[in-house]
């Protein structure tokens, strides 16, 4: 019989085998405590949580920043970042979704990071989900404060990663890292923006109606603009039927559009936008005749611009964004010749109608002016990507003949990506890429990482 001693040995031999099995090397294990360690000695950063993908360490970070940078004494708040991380030598994408992040992060990659299988950084724009100061002075929440947050946290991770630096996001995203490149051009060497809009000038907006007037098939345009009508003309009846979808939802109208009346509007003028940045010419064949009866036409307006999004409780995410438009960004002015008639309120379709009226305010066109004349004459090393069929990509932003470039995926959405170009243009996109990164394709792992790849895009459904 084995004795008590011996079996307590034997356990703990066994114990100490496996956990040497499974342990990192020596060496490796020196360099994540060096990874963690040169982390938490960046001034203002903290490490919240780590997780180890296959081949990464993805932390969840939060920095300190000033309310304002003009005026440091006014406090600061905790914006939060996630950092996929996988060498200190490869290069960094630094991703701008223009948004918030996950309240859960997840490790992901954009395409640019699969791309060049680098490290990834994440950062939330100022004002969203938790990003926000307490309280909150609106005035702070410009293109110029948020790149001015980009900026520090690109200088202070410089102190950790020798690689080269690209900034990538699509959409809101896009423009953001467009105007972190306007003001701190020396901070990344190069830019991938996706599907990312130029408002220059609100009623110069020509471009949006030209893009309606020839996008898709004409019978599919005709079938958008028909259902759009008869939605109008059924008014009264299609209105109970939001009423009753906000009672069932538990979804207002008081603080944003102020009635179910301004949000259905709102909703059907927004009807053939949504289906061509989520859809494609192949889905033009479900569009519903004018012969739909009213459920039909409600459930398929609903599972295209989803009636609950133009709610107080579907704008609350995007309040930030909002105000962003309102007071900087622009926003697409269409004309809407053919729903004349059918119109209650003249000058819905603008941000500031959407907004709680405390934050309200007047555009100021200079910023987008300023920018767009620098990327036209005076930017370096910055490519777009635009969708053919996708509204958001009508009014783009005309590049400079300094290593710069802009491509259009065939009739591609607001998912445009460089895998949807053409396949000269991809490779030449690819190319551009890893030549701006110093990355060779002979450099790149050939294994499959686990981790699943970022859209950069929001949802009017999901946040």
């Known amino acids: 019989m084995r004795s008590p001693f011996l079996a307590l040995f034997a356990a703990a031999v066994a114990v100490a085998t496996a956990l040497t099995l499974h342990a990192p090397p020596a060496h490796a294990a020196r360099a994540q405590d060096d990874l963690l360690d040169r982390l938490t000695a960046i001034p203002g950063l903290t490490v919240v949580s780590e ?91 410009t293109i110029w404060q948020e790149a001015t947050d980009e900026h520090r946290i690109v200088q202070a991770l410089k102190t950790v990663y020798s690689g080269k630096w690209i900034q990538t996001g699509a959409s809101k995203g896009g423009m953001t890292s467009v105007y972190h490149r306007r003001f701190y051009p ?39 603009e028909t259902v759009q009508r008869e939605a109008l003309q059924r008014r009264d009846r299609m209105v109970a039927l939001l009423e009753s979808d906000a009672e069932r939802n538990g979804y207002t109208f008081t603080k944003t559009l102020g009635s179910a009346d301004r949000s259905f509007e709102m909703t059907i003028l927004d009807t053939a936008w949504a289906f061509w940045q989520y859809s494609s010419a192949a889905d033009c064949a479900a569009v519903p005749p004018a012969t739909a009866t009213d459920a039909e036409l409600y459930a398929w307006i609903d599972s295209v611009a989803f009636f609950g999004f133009y709610t107080d409780q579907g704008l609350e995410y995007y309040t930030p964004y909002y105000y962003q438009a309102a007071t900087q960004l622009g926003w697409p002015d269409l004309a809407f010749k053919h729903l004349r008639g059918l119109i209650r309120y003249r000058g819905l379709y603008q941000p500031n109608s959407v907004l709680p009226a405390e934050l309200r305010a007047r555009h100021d066109a200079r910023p987008m002016l300023d920018v767009d004349y620098w990327v036209r004459t005076r930017s370096e090393r910055m490519m777009f990507i635009y969708g053919e069929n996708d509204p958001w990509s009508a009014e783009r932003f005309t590049p400079s003949r300094r290593d710069s470039s802009l491509y259009v995926a065939p009739g591609a959405n607001h998912g445009a ?38 859209d950069m895009l929001t949802d009017r459904r999901t946040r």
């Open 186 to 224: 020396a901070d990344v060497d190069g830019v991938v923006a996706y599907v990312a809009p130029n408002d220059r000038v609100n009623p110069l907006d020509h471009e949006y109606d030209g893009f309606f007037a020839g996008v898709g098939a004409a019978s599919c345009r005709t079938a958008l």
């Open 51 to 141: 997780t180890q993908p296959v081949g990464y360490r993805f932390f969840v970070l939060a920095f300190t920043q000033p309310v304002d940078h003009r005026n440091p004494g006014k406090g600061t708040f905790q914006q939060r970042l996630t950092l996929l991380h996988r060498s200190t030598e490869a290069p960094v994408v630094l991703y701008t979704g223009g948004y918030g992040l996950p309240v859960n992060p997840a490790a992901s990659r954009t395409e640019p990071t699969r791309l060049l299988d680098g490290n990834q950084v994440s950062v939330e724009h100022r004002f969203f989900r938790s990003s926000r100061p307490a309280p909150a002075d609106w005035d702070d929440l």
């Open 417 to 454: 990506n460089i895998s949807l170009l053409s396949e000269a243009d991809r490779a030449a996109a690819t190319a551009t890429l890893r030549r701006w990164a110093e990355v060779a394709p002979a450099q790149r792992r050939q294994e499959p990482a686990a981790i699943p790849d970022d």
